[in-house]
T-cell receptor, first 117, second 112 residues
Framework: AQSVAQPEDQVNVAEGNPLTVKCTYS??????LFWYVQYPNRGLQFLLK??????LVKGSYGFEAEFNKSQTSFHLKKPSALVSDSALYFC???????????????FGTGTLLAVQP | DAGVTQSPTHLIKTRGQQVTLRCSPK?????VSWYQQALGQGPQFIFQ???????QRGNFPDRFSGHQFPNYSSELNVNALLLGDSALYLC???????????FGEGSRLTVL
């Protein structure tokens, strides 16, 4: 069964410093991986996805993620954090249990990013 | 171009009652999926509707049911509400069953 794990409940970083939010995955076959962000009392906003190709994926708002097959990781990164980046971040993987005939996502438990001024 | 819209945004019910949540998909989208996000958890897949039929279902009891209308909008119904049904219910639409998901703002249900 497919799954993702976000080992950190919270990440604290000072504004202007680089940030990393960690995600590891467990899938059979090639993974389709996603990052979403959720601001308080809001829905999910898509940041980026990895389907195939370059291991470094660039997304919205200056975020990027690095796919590492040997470490089964898909960490979210940003070179310089902003206070406005403070939010809840979710890693997700597409459920391939339907032979690929689905866009159903399996989400991690989320990581709260707190950027201090 | 309107995105995914959900209603109501907030509602309070008591145990045993029934609730209906509504979702209008993004223009041009034909598939609607519903997710439940309990406090402090990631979203959990409830079911997906395409061509007015339930196509996939997550691990949720039969108290959770849905419907999709000819205009692609959808409803989520929950019967015999339990305290544990308190959550943010997210609707996501897509172009086909394989397309990228676009999420609405959610409906926050509180069961007392």
């Amino acid at each position: 069964a497919q799954s993702v794990a976000q080992p950190e409940d919270q990440v604290n970083v000072a504004e202007g410093n680089p940030l990393t939010v960690k995600c590891t995955y467990s899938v059979s076959g090639n993974p389709y991986l996603f990052w979403y962000v959720q601001y308080p009392n809001r829905g999910l906003q898509f940041l980026l996805k990895y389907i195939t190709g370059d291991n470094l994926v660039k997304g919205s708002y200056g975020f990027e993620a690095e796919f590492n097959k040997s470490q089964t990781s898909f960490h979210l990164k940003k070179p310089s954090a902003l206070v406005s980046d403070s939010a809840l971040y979710f890693c997700a993987v597409r459920d391939m249990g339907y032979g690929g005939a689905t866009n159903k996502l399996i989400f991690g438990t989320g990581t709260l990013l707190a950027v201090q001024p | 171009d309107a995105g995914v819209t959900q209603s109501p945004t907030h509602l309070i019910k008591t145990r045993g009652q029934q609730v209906t949540l509504r979702c209008s998909p993004k223009s041009g989208h034909d598939t609607v999926s519903w997710y439940q996000q309990a406090l402090g958890q990631g979203p959990q897949f409830i079911f997906q509707y395409y061509e007015e039929e339930e196509r996939q279902r997550g691990n949720f009891p039969d108290r959770f049911s849905g419907h999709q209308f000819p205009n692609y909008s959808s409803e989520l119904n929950v019967n015999a509400l339990l305290l544990g049904d308190s959550a943010l219910y997210l609707c996501a639409s897509s172009l086909s069953r394989f397309g990228e998901l676009f999420f609405g703002e959610g409906s926050r249900l509180t069961v007392l």
